[in-house]
């Protein structure tokens, strides 16, 4: 499976990873993974090799929604970047403009010599002119103290902002190892699990993938999603139809479309379809709306699946979903209860 998350480039603009947060989330996810014994991925008997190969993929599914967490939190923290930015500028020119207009009036001043005001009184020759640039010069004397007043309040803004983008900053940056980190452990994952398969027999491998869908089943190819009942709402008829179309395309780990997907991204690009902005992950996408008991569950519905909520799919009716289920595996339906079941929301 492959990333489709981009790079960013160095600099303020740098905004890879996740944040401080989500680098614990996942240092406890990777030491949680563990590795298998030496030799363990080609090692295991023929009769325990789906759920050798199933407890890599769930293993795989849950770091892999760790790390989809970790790039929403990444992308976040990357606009938090380039708004401190667009800020700092902003106030470095205030800064600049206060400088120079401070500076212009100062040197105004030096140029008029510094004469003691009583003595220019005294050599005027228009003293009433000069009574009224006097009380002209106290004023500008007035407006600079509160220019300065201006600029000093501007610099300590300017330092704050300065240091929180440096903040933010060094939070990327610890974040971005921790990703890179975090994918290698995912990918490790899979290659035994590739590794496992491929060291079957044609035959074993063929009762592989009977028994790995064992009890499941296609819905017959003419079933319309009318013919499960009404959706929970248009915007969740929608979705589904937005789901189905996506049949047939590729499992690809932090995926969100439209050429491949993991779960969650499924869903959130289902719902996006729908007009609706879904969170990254299946934790969050949990909590996205309403809590109904699976009894009541309508077309459009998010059933997600195991305690700690890493697999999601859409309920199409008659008992079955549409989800991407895992590496291998594309985009299908599947019975409702192909795992423990979490919850069911109604977004």
């Not at 491929?198 to 089943?217: K, V």
């Not at 937005?242 to 869903?267: E, T």
């Not at 879904?278 to 699946?305: C, F, K, M, N, W």
Request: include cysteine; proline fraction near 5%; aromatic fraction near 4%.
């Amino acid at each position: 499976m492959g990333s489709h998350r981009r790079h960013a480039p160095s600099g303020f603009d740098r905004g890879v990873g996740a944040a401080c947060a989500a680098f614990t989330v996942l240092s406890a996810a990777a030491a949680a993974l563990g590795a298998l014994p030496a030799g363990s991925a080609v090692a295991a008997p023929h009769g325990g090799t789906r759920a050798e190969v199933d407890r890599l993929y769930q293993e795989a599914e849950k770091a892999t929604e760790a790390y989809d967490k970790a790039g929403e939190r990444a992308d976040r923290l990357h606009r938090r970047v380039r708004d401190a930015q667009d800020r700092i500028a902003r106030e470095q020119q205030r800064v600049n403009t206060l400088r120079e207009a401070l500076g212009s009036v100062a040197g105004a001043q030096y140029r008029s010599g510094g004469l003691d005001p009583s003595l220019a009184l005294l050599f005027s020759d228009d003293p009433g002119d000069y009574l009224d640039k006097a009380a002209t010069l106290d004023r500008i004397g007035a407006h600079q103290a509160g220019e300065l007043r201006a600029l000093r309040q501007a610099l300590r803004r300017l330092a704050q902002e300065r240091a929180e983008a440096t903040r933010t900053l060094a939070e990327l940056d610890r974040s971005r190892k921790a990703v890179l980190a975090h994918k290698r452990t995912v990918e490790r994952k899979l290659a035994r699990a590739r590794q496992l398969l491929n060291s079957l027999s044609p035959d074993e491998r063929r009762a592989y993938d009977r028994a790995s869908r064992s009890g499941r089943s296609d819905l017959p190819p003419g079933l319309a999603a009318a013919d499960a009942g009404p959706a929970a709402s248009g915007r969740a008829a929608a979705a589904l139809a937005a789901a189905r179309s996506a049949l047939g395309r590729p499992y690809v780990w932090g995926a969100n479309g439209p050429s491949g997907f993991d779960c969650s991204g499924l869903m959130q690009w289902a719902y996006a379809q729908a007009g609706v902005h879904l969170p990254r992950t299946s934790q969050e996408q949990r909590l996205a709306g309403r809590h109904i008991p699976l009894s009541q569950a309508r077309p459009g519905d998010l059933v997600v699946y195991r305690s700690d909520a890493s697999h999601v799919g859409m309920y199409v009716g008659h008992g079955q979903v549409i989800h991407a289920p895992h590496p291998g595996a594309p985009v299908r339906y599947d019975p409702v209860h192909m795992m423990p079941i979490s919850s069911v929301t109604r977004v």
